[in-house]
């Protein structure tokens, strides 16, 4: 039985060497030819235009609003699924309810305009 | 499990849900009668409160007793009242009045849980369910500068006090190892003696709620807030989030921190002293009378935390009847105020110059309203404030009670200097000051209130003393 | 060797004071948002730590629905401060001064 520490260690060096070998394998198999075009923020051929510091039209905050309040619900399904068998029936029924009222929201989103692309 | 129990609940969460839908199918220039709409759904829920039993659902997480009934109708109450004195200000001033009047409602559907939950988790996700809709509201406004200013000054202050409240939680869970409130009065009990660590829980504890009253010295978003929020949110907020608050209070302190007195009573006489000290004295100096009414229910607060710290069943009892009492008097003198602003524009104080030649109703009303914040007999706010003096005086607690009496004295200064105004100058203007019916609504419902409770006490106070005995002092 | 019950709890303890000291001293209105977070997430491991070392769940079940609560009080907070934004082209909470803070 391995310590705590040793779990938190390893984790450590796993995560660390992950990414360590990964971008060695890397410089090890590409080719590097740099030239200047090459170089620029977008490679495929757009010449960048402006500075990235402009504002953005305001519905990508809508975009990321929805997400971060639908995205942390789903923590609630996890629990929920793993112990599915157990619950029962009644379980089923508190769920569906609760991603009726989510669907509500969406629609809600959905009808306000929120969802349209511009 | 009796799912009954919280028809309620599930009732108004529905109705809120209504509006919305509603409110897509109805043409701009109709969409006033959403009030009304929300009117009937707040009166139906009334009805359901008082005729749904009486017991527990999901284990402790919500008990419907006379506790929770009480709070319920004073939380319906100022609803009720917020939105008849909303309705022509949201015609005249407030784009998408659907998500207002149904987000009132869902922030009453919170407070009716929080005070209907004996437990902390459900407590605080009800108590964040009801602070969240407010943040919004209070920021409804969306191109005044005001308006947003004090919907981003309260959301970083009530999201701050919450994590403190949150924090002193979870300590308090780590000494007990129960979220149940029950389960954690027994845990005290069988303790020898309190650690640190439950000190410095009740201190985050204490800290966090006092926020949610707006108790000095944790009360400096209270002015900025009311005087930027729309006028009707402010009324609502000066009542519904402040009882919301108390009734978390009372249902932890009593319900399970009992055994530990001696740890917390200190704390609040203290806060109760500077409260009521600071509020009454600043509020002299305001000019602007949202921001004036501001500071006087920070000092109604400094009342209501004396007989926090007389922990009886006459303190509950005084507690939630000076609440029930303080939400007539004070919405009554926030819907002058807004019948005023929707006439002229302005909350300056000395634009009320000669108000009782242009309105004597409004007037008048404003009078008594005052009068009862003060305590004076007959009106209700005397009732009120002697219940909490007396179960301060039971428990000893004189000199508390001198502060109490010596800074109603003050307030008198603050509040006849606007009567002053009203009555003895002369106007600017000579225009009468028309009410609508939805005002006049609100004001007569809240004169009844103030005058049937000052005159009448008796049938309220044996309801409301059968909601204080839900705890064993 | 299992980490002692101290060390979740002083580091919780640390994570919830770097909150504070952020929202009493960070100017800018999403920072302070942020530090609102920090202090939440020291509660949350708070919980959690306890939670497991008392055996009793209800702890964790806390720590989900304080994130979903979170979430929904950043999104509230984010749209007020594009909202503030939009109004006056800035997030400085020291420059919300229309009415004495």
């Known amino acids: 039985m391995p310590s705590d520490y040793a779990y938190v260690g390893l984790f450590l060096i796993f995560g660390v060497a992950f990414v360590l070998i990964t971008f060695f394998f890397a410089r090890l198999l590409r080719p590097s030819r740099p030239n200047p075009i090459k170089n620029r923020s977008y490679e495929c051929g757009e010449t960048a235009v402006g500075s990235a510091w402009v504002q953005y039209n305001v519905s990508y905050y809508i975009y990321a609003l929805i997400f971060v309040i639908f995205d942390v619900e789903l923590v609630f399904l996890f629990p929920w699924a793993a112990a599915y068998r157990s619950l029962g029936l009644f379980a089923f029924v508190e769920m569906f309810i609760f991603i009726m009222i989510l669907v509500f929201g969406l629609a809600y989103a959905w009808r306000k305009g929120a969802l349209k692309w511009v | 499990m009796n799912l009954t129990l919280i028809i309620p609940e599930i009732f108004l969460f529905l109705w809120a849900l209504l509006i919305l839908f509603v409110d897509f199918f ?145 300590l308090l869970y780590g000494i007990t190892g129960t979220t149940v409130l029950k389960g954690i009065q027994a845990e005290l009990v069988g303790s020898a003696f309190p650690g640190p660590l439950l000190v410095i829980s009740l201190v985050f504890i204490i800290a966090g709620f006092s926020f949610k009253l707006a108790a000095v010295p944790f009360h400096m978003w209270a002015p900025d807030v009311y005087e930027g929020a729309p006028t009707p949110i402010t009324a609502y907020l000066s009542v519904a989030s402040k009882g919301a608050g108390l009734a978390a209070m ?171 105004q009203m009555y003895f100058r002369k106007p600017t203007k000579n225009d009468p000051v028309k009410v609508s019916w939805s005002l006049r609504l609100a004001l007569v419902l809240s004169l009844i209130g103030v005058i049937a409770v000052g005159v009448y006490p008796d049938p309220f106070v044996s309801l409301i003393s059968k909601a204080a005995s839900v705890f064993v002092y | 060797m299992p980490v002692p019950l101290g060390y979740y709890l002083g580091l919780a303890a640390i994570i919830f004071t770097v909150g504070v000291i952020g929202v009493l001293v960070r100017r800018n209105a999403i920072i302070i948002l942020m530090s609102i977070e920090l202090m939440l997430n020291g509660a949350n491991l708070t919980l959690v730590a306890f939670s497991v070392h008392l055996q009793e769940l209800s702890g964790q079940v806390f720590v989900f629905l304080v994130m979903t609560v979170a979430a929904a009080e950043a999104a509230v907070g984010l749209a007020i401060i594009v909202m503030i934004f939009r109004n006056r082209e800035s997030v400085n909470v020291d420059n919300l001064n229309i009415m004495k803070w």
């Open chain 2, 26 to 170: 109805t043409a701009e220039e109709k969409k006033h009668r959403l009030g009304p709409l929300s009117l009937v759904g707040i009166v139906i829920t009334v009805v359901l409160v008082v005729f749904s039993g009486q017991g527990q659902a999901f284990g402790e997480m919500f008990s419907a007793d006379y506790y929770s009934l009480s709070f319920a109708i004073i939380f319906l109450g100022s609803a009720f009242l917020a939105i008849c004195t909303s309705i022509d200000f949201a015609r005249e001033r407030i784009k998408h009045q659907g998500e207002y009047y149904a987000l009132i409602l869902l922030s009453t559907v919170g407070m009716m849980f929080l005070a209907a939950s004996r437990e902390l988790l459900s407590m605080y996700v009800s108590l964040e369910l009801t602070t969240i809709s407010l943040f919004v509201l209070s920021a409804y406004l969306k191109t005044d500068l005001k308006s947003s200013e004090a919907g981003l000054k309260y959301m970083i202050l009530g999201a701050a006090s919450s994590a403190i409240l949150l924090y002193g939680i979870s």
């Open chain 2, 250 to 420: 009372v249902r932890v302190f009593f319900g399970s921190l009992l055994p530990v007195t001696s740890e917390w009573i200190p704390l609040f006489m203290a806060l109760a002293t500077m409260t009521m000290v600071l509020g009454n004295i600043v509020a002299i100096r305001q000019s602007n009378i949202k921001r004036m009414l501001a500071y006087s229910s920070i000092a109604q607060v400094g009342y209501i935390l004396v007989a926090l710290s007389a922990a009886s069943e006459l303190a509950t009892t005084s507690m939630i009847l000076y609440l029930l009492v303080y939400m007539f008097a004070n919405i009554g003198a926030f819907a002058v105020v807004i019948a005023f602003y929707n006439h002229s524009g302005t909350d300056e104080i000395c634009e009320y110059a000669g108000l009782s030649r242009r309105s004597p109703f409004l007037a008048i009303s404003l009078v008594i309203f005052f009068l009862s914040l003060v305590g004076i007999p007959p009106l209700a706010g005397f009732v009120g404030k002697y219940l909490l003096f007396l179960a301060a005086i039971q428990k000893g607690y004189y000199w508390l009670v001198g502060v109490a009496v010596l800074t109603s004295v003050i307030s008198l200064f603050y509040y006849m200097n606007v009567v002053r």
